[in-house]
């Protein structure tokens, strides 16, 4: 959900005694247009397996996902900033409006393979899914609201009562069954059916020839933080990109200096949706990322060691370019079982 502002674990500390110390495998839905964990996919950080009670907890993490009483001036959903056709992303802006039209400073991931991160934010704030929603409920320039306050809100509608029975036994409404069901849902946005995933699977006419050559000019220069198939290792990197004075990024949680200006890798999967680019949306397309990365000279000080160190020419940019685009997943993002579940 929505990152473009940092977050202490303080405040996630805070409400540790809402949620509960175990956790019930996370959901994944009725395999609308293929659905399960990819068979090529490591083993999930966050466990998901097929469940009844589980696909109930989901549909009612579905419907909060869009709900924007919400928040504070019920304008803003989740899905304000996280919209479906773009991976989950908020397509073309660098950072998003929250209520009253605030903005953070961050842009706004794209939201899949979540169950497989062992830390969420630009920042790694969060380390548990479970936790995660309560950073955009939260955020003044997000959503605003107080988790007692969204506990009320549910509670006025009598249509949650009824969905939080099917997924938790009774009507009860409390701030530990909102997070789960919110995590439910997240744990199910499960991305892997791209034209490079079925190449992987072993159809060889799945990449054309320029895409193959792609893969490895990538494999050459990139995967060493953008592993496959997830592509990310998840680590926080310096990537050479200008700081800016109003984040200094990971350091904000480790407080440990050589932190600065660090970031979490993202994930290259559905990259073609989800433009702009960088923890800040500075660069609008894929083409000034592949510029940046194939110029190490214009690299800012303090760089990550393994950041890349050759200059691509032009027909090399096309082809990798060519291969990052087969990682758009187009079976994800026209799955209508994550869409707004009352249109």
Wanted: charged content about 20%; overall charge negative.
């Amino acid at each position: 959900m929505g990152m473009k502002a940092g977050y202490f674990f303080t405040a996630l500390i805070l409400i540790a005694g809402l949620i509960s110390c175990g956790k019930d495998e996370a959901v994944i839905p009725p395999p609308v247009s293929g659905g399960g964990a990819p068979s090529h996919f490591p083993a999930p950080v966050y466990p998901i397996s097929f469940s009844r009670v589980e696909n109930e907890k989901f549909e009612l993490g579905r419907k909060m996902f869009y709900d924007e009483n919400l928040s504070l001036d019920r304008t803003i959903s989740c899905s304000s900033c996280h919209k479906t056709i773009a991976a989950f992303s908020d397509p073309g802006r660098s950072t998003s409006p929250g209520v009253g039209g605030k903005t953070g400073v961050r842009n706004a991931p794209a939201l899949f393979n979540l169950a497989w991160k062992p830390s969420m934010m630009w920042d790694g704030g969060v380390v548990n899914l479970e936790f995660q929603p309560v950073a955009p409920l939260t955020d003044t320039n997000e959503m605003h609201m107080q988790i007692k306050d969204v506990v009320l809100r549910l509670q006025e509608n009598s249509e949650y009562s009824d969905l939080f029975k099917s997924a938790f036994g009774n009507f009860e409404i409390n701030s530990q069954r909102i997070l789960q069901a919110f995590a439910r849902f997240l744990s199910a946005l499960i991305s892997g059916s791209s034209a490079y995933d079925n190449y992987i699977l072993g159809n060889p006419n799945a990449l054309n020839s320029n895409e193959k050559k792609g893969l490895e000019i990538f494999r050459q220069n990139c995967s060493a933080c953008h592993t496959e198939p997830l592509f990310s290792d998840f680590t926080f990197r310096n990537n050479g990109i200008s700081a800016t004075a109003s984040d200094s990024g990971r350091v904000r949680i480790t407080l440990l200096p050589q932190d600065r200006n660090k970031f979490q890798v993202p994930s290259l999967r559905n990259v073609g949706f989800s433009a702009p680019y960088m923890h800040d949306g500075r660069f609008a397309s894929l083409d000034e990322v592949i510029n940046h990365y194939s110029s190490p000279q214009n690299f800012s000080a303090n760089a990550d060691e393994i950041m890349p160190q050759k200059e691509l020419s032009v027909q090399e940019k096309e082809q990798l370019k060519a291969f990052l685009l087969s990682l758009n997943d187009y079976q994800f993002v026209n799955n209508p079982g994550f869409a707004n579940p009352d249109y």
